[in-house]
Nanobody, 117 residues
Framework: QVQLVESGGGLVQAGGSLRLSCRCS????????VGWYRQAPGKQRELVAD???????NYADSIKGRFTISRDNAQNTVYLQMNSLKPEDTAVYYC???????????WGKGTLVTVSS
């Protein structure tokens, strides 16, 4: 059974930092592409960043230079370090991966990040 469990969300002032964690189980983590998405109220879910098995990374333009995605294969965990947070970063942040070879999408339940001005 695939499980993605996010943690690390919370309330922070603008300019502050948070680190999100996504612990994965039930997948061959070493070979998995894992991504962070977010969904703000009234908006569509959007990709924030993802990371491949070799360590390649991809970032949304809106967070480049402020957020860093990383992975720890020994802990089956992907992290999202978020610095210089802005009120517009307020959203529920979700962890995502895709099963192989099924292509099935797996999502965590999400963690809420609230940035106050």
């Amino acid at each position: 059974q695939v499980q993605l469990v996010e943690s690390g969300g919370g309330l922070v002032q603008a300019g502050g930092s948070l680190r999100l964690s996504c612990r994965c189980s039930g997948i061959n983590f070493r070979f998995a592409v894992v991504g962070w998405y977010r969904q703000a109220p009234g908006k569509q879910r959007e990709l924030v960043a993802d990371i491949g098995s070799s360590g390649w990374t991809n970032y949304a333009d809106s967070i480049k230079g402020r957020f860093t995605i990383s992975r720890d294969n020994a802990q089956n965990t992907v992290y999202l370090q978020m610095n210089s947070l802005k009120p517009e970063d307020t959203a529920v942040y979700y962890c995502h991966t895709e099963g192989s070879p099924s292509g099935m999408n797996y999502w965590g339940k999400g963690t809420l990040v609230t940035v106050s001005s």
